[in-house]
């Protein structure tokens, strides 16, 4: 029965996806487009969306279409008939004012990133959102603060419960908000559509259609607001907490990632938490979920979204997690949610130990499996996390390679955490050399000469130090490794890296 619903609703949204896709060529050859965009922008004045409706319909799509013509076309009648846009205006077509900001003030320059958090009133009348709050404000410095925009929604429809929880969020977080780093808006009753006779669809009941279908709504809006606030823009709940230096892992990974065509960067592996877009796409995805704000739930729309724009249709998945779902009750009466994501970078996850070294820029690379994005330069750099590698083989290595050769004064490998105490490295040799020969182009990683060893694995670990210039003092180290010389059939996490350099 589970699999037959999961295969329907995998069907349901290919469906949507390939609707979506004709409906908005179909739209942009005729005046239906100004009858969507009118409900649709929130802008200064209402501007058509021509040019985002082009690129969602990208050369890799037009086989796509080609091949589904005559069923979409059919599909196409049936939504025209039995779908039409909403009489009532979707959202106000004047510019935005501070009458829908109700604290905070807005800064002059764009930032970097831009955080959304709406909220409405939870089921036992549970409230998270200043966990929420507390937890970004605390995990970032004063300098990420200037960087960054967290724009709180009111999204409940009862106008009382968000006069008093905007008063209480200008009471607790009044220099926030003067400062710029928080703004807390509210929306127009008049930007809903009827939320009333909605289709019903999965067997939700009407009360759930409704609460999805508000939710859809309420995403539109804030993607609308938070376009232009900042060059990048994450969606996160409010029941979450974060990783601490949450913000160094974002940027680290935008860094990683910078060759690659990306449409979405996942920091949760939870529903629609820590998603991170670039806010160029904001307007296209709220036209999106306009579009089928009844049709499906929020998430469900947001991987139609994604499969539509990035042809590859891969995702890329931020490992460590750095958001952490702490809600219980939800705003669905009735609703439970027991959810935690088991890769979030907490408690869980080890910890940096030796926070005083040095590690100067390097590059750490394995011909070992490492499982999901648990990547070799995790263990080294400052970014949050760990490499995690399927059961080595002998012969295996990993390596850091430093940018410049540097004298090194100590040397501390750990592998094994307290959750995974039996995923050490259990025969090893540690090694390093002067001098870099070439790079390997299969698995990247690089061929140095006249290596000296400096001893082996105990205990899954490794500490090499001396004093001054002697011993490995005395060498000016470009690569640094580490060898498995024995079969072991558990894995190995390889939990810090780290260096300390001779002091001139």
């Keep these: ?20 896709m004709f409906l908005n060529f179909w739209m942009l050859t005729g ?57 009532n205006p979707v959202r106000p077509t004047g510019a935005v004012t501070d009458s829908i900001r109700l604290a905070g003030s807005l800064r002059p320059d764009k930032g970097f990133l831009t955080i959304g958090i709406p909220t409405v009133k939870r089921d036992q009348n549970a409230s998270y959102l200043t966990t929420t709050l507390d937890s970004l404000i605390s995990h970032t410095t004063e300098a990420e603060r200037k960087q960054i925009v967290i724009v709180v929604f009111l999204a409940d429809f009862d106008t009382d419960y968000n006069q008093k929880l905007s008063t209480e969020l200008s009471q607790k977080y009044s220099l926030h908000l003067n400062s710029g780093l928080m703004q807390v808006i509210q929306a127009p009753r008049s930007f809903y559509p009827s939320l009333d006779n909605l289709k019903t669809k ?10 999805r279908s508000k939710q859809c709504v309420d995403y539109a809006y804030l993607f609308q607001h938070c376009r232009n606030l900042s060059e990048y823009y994450m969606q996160l709940e409010d029941d979450v907490i974060s990783a601490q230096n949450f913000l160094t892992g974002i940027k680290e990974y935008l860094e990683r990632m910078k060759s690659s065509d990306w449409t979405v960067l996942e920091f949760s592996g939870l529903g629609f938490i820590g998603k991170l877009f670039r806010s160029s796409d904001l307007q296209r995805l709220a036209d999106l979920i306009m579009l089928f704000y009844q049709e499906s739930p929020v998430d469900v729309l947001f991987f139609s979204f994604l499969h539509i724009v990035q042809a590859s249709g891969k995702k890329f998945i931020h490992q460590p997690s750095l958001f952490q779902h702490v809600g219980l009750h939800s705003s669905l009466a009735g609703k439970i949610q027991k959810l935690t994501d088991k890769g979030f970078v907490g408690s869980t996850t080890p910890q940096r130990t030796y926070t005083d070294s040095d590690n100067p820029p390097a590059a750490v690379s394995a011909n070992m499996t490492a499982y999901r994005e648990f990547k070799p330069q995790l263990a080294y750099g400052p970014e ?22 540097a004298r090194l004064s100590r040397i501390v490998i750990e592998t094994g955490s307290e959750e995974h105490p039996k995923d050490i490295l259990e025969k090893g040799t540690l090694e390093v050399s002067p001098r870099l020969l070439s790079v390997n182009e299969q698995d990247n990683t690089p061929n140095c000469a006249d290596y000296v060893k400096l001893g082996n694995v105990e205990n899954g670990r490794f500490e090499v130090a001396t004093q001054g210039t002697e011993g490995l003092g005395s060498v000016e180290v470009k690569c640094l490794k580490v060898t498995v010389t024995g079969e072991q059939k558990m894995w190995v996490l390889a939990r810090e890296i780290a260096v300390w350099t001779v002091k001139k």
């Design 1 to 20: 029965m589970v699999c037959r619903r999961m295969m329907f609703l995998r069907q349901v949204v290919l469906v949507c996806m390939v609707v979506s």
């Design 31 to 87: 005046t239906e487009l100004q009858n969507v965009t009118s409900h649709i922008d929130l802008g200064e004045a209402v501007q058509t969306c021509e040019p985002c409706q082009r690129e969602m319909l990208s050369a890799s799509m037009n086989e796509t279409l080609r091949g589904h013509r005559p069923r979409m076309e059919r599909r196409i009648q049936q939504h025209k008939t039995t779908s039409p846009p909403p009489a």
């Design 384 to 405: 949050m996390g760990y490499f995690w590698a399927e059961a080595p083989k002998v012969g295996q290595v990993f390596v850091v390679l430093f940018e410049k050769p």
């Design 202 to 211: 999965f067997k939700d009941s009407p009360e759930r259609v409704r609460w």
